[in-house]
């Protein structure tokens, strides 16, 4: 074959192949949700503070901003991440270990985006996003407005009996326009003069020990699970019972239920 033959040989067949590139993947980019974009280094490393606070972890880039409070260490722990590449901080919290599933679960509510050039599945993830999004709407009509319970605005608090340890559950829950808006479940102590001495969900002791127990499952990672269902489902009821975690789940379900008797 001579020289010109051979070029525009070549030419052909990366115009065809660049034809096929295109079919095949403009439908997927044009499909997808508006929640998935791409997103660069120079963008991710503009939300590089407490403020607002976004990290790629395996190529998705997430806003853990709201996060920052109830991460379960010092605030500079999940704030020196904040902009950048976080994988590594994802897959070795600093003791050799990966967070748990739990942790994974709460991280679909902060998705964002993905990293330019990162190698994932556009379609596989905005299916899922779609499916959550389907799953959401769902909830919602069998939530709040589908139960037909109406709850006043307003914060309630419910405080439970202190147990033999002297640890007892509380839980405050904010309504807004008969949505719950704002959930916040732990257990503390109080010392003699009424000071709380005690907070659980910072008792990293105590998540060692029931880790231990529980395959894994940690309060760490339930109370915001069980505090983001109750926001989900709009009723006590509706909140799951986490496999690990089912004493924790009986003294939410019912401090929630008696917070909430008092916004009817
Ligand atoms: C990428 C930077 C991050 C670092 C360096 C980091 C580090 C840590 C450390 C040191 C602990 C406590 C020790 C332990 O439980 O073994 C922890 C626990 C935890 N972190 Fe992070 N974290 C990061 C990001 C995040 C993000 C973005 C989330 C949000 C979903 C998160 C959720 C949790 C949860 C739920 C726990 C409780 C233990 C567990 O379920 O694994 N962390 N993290």
Same mark, same amino acid.
């Given at each position: +074959?001579?020289?010109?033959?051979?070029?525009?040989?070549?030419?052909?067949?990366?115009?065809?192949?660049?034809?096929?590139?295109?079919?095949?993947?403009? #439908?997927?980019?044009?499909? @997808?949700?508006?929640?998935?974009?791409?997103?660069?280094? $120079?963008?991710?490393?503009?939300?590089?503070?407490? $403020?607002?606070?976004?990290?790629?972890?395996?190529?998705?880039?997430? $806003?853990?901003?709201?996060?920052?409070? &109830?991460?379960?260490? #010092?605030?500079?722990? +999940?704030?020196?991440?904040?902009?950048? #590449? @976080?994988?590594?901080?994802?897959?070795?919290?600093?003791?050799?270990?990966?967070?748990?599933?739990?942790?994974?679960?709460?991280?679909?509510?902060?998705?964002?985006?993905?990293?330019?050039?990162?190698?994932?599945?556009?379609?596989?993830?905005?299916?899922?996003?779609?499916?959550?999004?389907? $799953?959401?709407?769902?909830?919602?009509?069998?939530?709040?407005?589908?139960?037909?319970? &109406?709850?006043?605005?307003?914060?309630?608090?419910?405080e439970?009996?202190p147990g033999s340890r002297g640890t007892f559950?509380i839980?405050?829950? @904010?309504?807004?326009?008969?949505?719950?808006?704002?959930?916040?479940?732990d257990e503390f102590a109080r010392d003699e003069d009424g000071t709380v001495n005690y907070r659980k969900?910072a008792d +990293?002791?105590?998540?060692?020990?029931?880790? &231990?127990?529980?395959?894994?499952?940690?309060?760490?990672?339930?109370?915001? =699970?069980?505090?983001?269902?109750?926001?989900?489902?709009?009723? #006590?009821?509706?909140?799951? =019972?986490?496999?690990?975690?089912?004493?924790?789940?009986?003294?939410?379900?019912?401090?929630?239920?008696?917070?909430? @008797?008092?916004?009817?």
């Amino acid at each position: +074959m001579n020289k010109f033959a051979y070029s525009a040989l070549i030419a052909f067949v990366s115009s065809l192949l660049t034809l096929i590139a295109v079919v095949w993947v403009a #439908p997927t980019v044009a499909e @997808s949700d508006a929640r998935v974009r791409e997103i660069t280094l $120079d963008e991710l490393a503009t939300h590089n503070s407490a $403020d607002s606070c976004w990290k790629e972890i395996e190529g998705l880039v997430y $806003d853990v901003t709201d996060f920052i409070d &109830r991460h379960p260490t #010092p605030a500079s722990v +999940m704030t020196q991440w904040c902009g950048r #590449p @976080s994988t590594e901080g994802w897959v070795d919290k600093g003791n050799g270990r990966p967070h748990s599933q739990g942790a994974e679960a709460l991280l679909d509510d902060f998705l964002v985006g993905y990293l330019e050039g990162a190698d994932v599945d556009l379609a596989a993830l905005n299916q899922s996003i779609n499916e959550a999004a389907v $799953d959401a709407s769902e909830r919602t009509a069998t939530g709040t407005e589908g139960q037909g319970v &109406r709850y006043r605005d307003g914060s309630y608090y419910a405080e439970a009996e202190p147990g033999s340890r002297g640890t007892f559950g509380i839980i405050e829950i @904010s309504v807004q326009g008969n949505r719950i808006v704002g959930v916040y479940f732990d257990e503390f102590a109080r010392d003699e003069d009424g000071t709380v001495n005690y907070r659980k969900s910072a008792d +990293m002791n105590y998540a060692e020990r029931w880790r &231990r127990v529980s395959g894994g499952v940690t309060q760490l990672s339930t109370y915001p =699970a069980y505090e983001r269902m109750l926001i989900e489902q709009g009723v #006590p009821e509706g909140v799951d =019972a986490i496999s690990g975690a089912t004493g924790a789940h009986e003294a939410f379900v019912g401090l929630a239920a008696q917070a909430l @008797s008092d916004a009817r």
